[in-house]
């Protein structure tokens, strides 16, 4: 089943401890994105790639990292989380410029 | 500057009126647009794209260029329409999309 894969799917943190959220997709796109979505705010792009070794900020790239080594991951990493990064997240892709958009199920993360 | 509006944070209507969820634009050039479903506790998924020109779950949507609009509509609204909707906007030859904030759509009974 084609799909957008991502993990966890719930985390409860503190403030300061590393963490990463998986995303893989098994559709070969090229383009994958990491969205956040608040109440009243929207979807809100972090950090977007192209292709593989291909990464690109979004709107809101401050406190998050990415990589993009193999076309079908796209790992989201907080490396100090901080209260305000709690949110819903969601992971896309797409295959190329044009097309629809793939979502993940969102990975619902409260850091304490 | 590109962006989308969406005016309405919600709309509430009853079950069986109809429904316009407005959806306007500022783009100088010739955009693709969409609209994407969020139903409760689900994932993302497209709903519409104007350059399909499909009726999706009865709902339907126009580009305007004129207006810059897309609005998207329903004549009748069902429970289960009741989500959340977002317009998007992504400029020719560009991966990127343009995201309108969204629209909290309930239907009553």
């Known amino acids: 089943e084609a799909q957008v894969t991502q993990n966890p799917r719930y985390l409860i943190t503190v403030t300061g401890k590393k963490l990463t959220v998986t995303c893989s997709q098994n559709m070969n796109h090229e383009y994958m994105s990491w969205y956040r979505q608040d109440p009243g705010l929207g979807l809100r792009q972090i950090y977007y790639s192209m292709n593989v070794e291909v990464t690109d900020k979004g709107d809101v790239p401050e406190g998050y990292k990415v990589s993009r080594k193999e076309k079908r991951n796209f790992p989201l990493i907080l490396e100090s989380p901080s209260p305000n990064q709690t949110s819903l997240y969601f992971c896309?892709?797409?295959w190329g410029t044009g097309g629809e958009l793939f979502f993940g199920e969102g990975s619902r993360l409260t850091v304490l | 500057a590109q962006r989308v509006t969406q005016p309405e944070k919600l709309l509430s209507v009853f079950k069986g009126a109809p429904v316009e969820l407005k959806c306007n634009y500022s783009y100088s050039g010739s955009p693709e647009l969409f609209w994407y479903v969020q139903y409760s506790r689900q994932r993302l998924q497209l709903l519409l794209r104007h350059i399909s020109r499909e009726s999706i779950k009865g709902f339907t949507a126009d580009l305007n260029k004129g207006e810059t609009s897309f609005h998207l509509k329903k004549p009748f609204a069902q429970e289960e329409d009741s989500a959340m909707y977002y317009c998007a906007l992504r400029p020719w030859s560009n991966y990127q999309l343009i995201w309108g904030a969204g629209t909290k759509l309930i239907i009553k009974p």
């Open positions: 896309a892709s797409k």
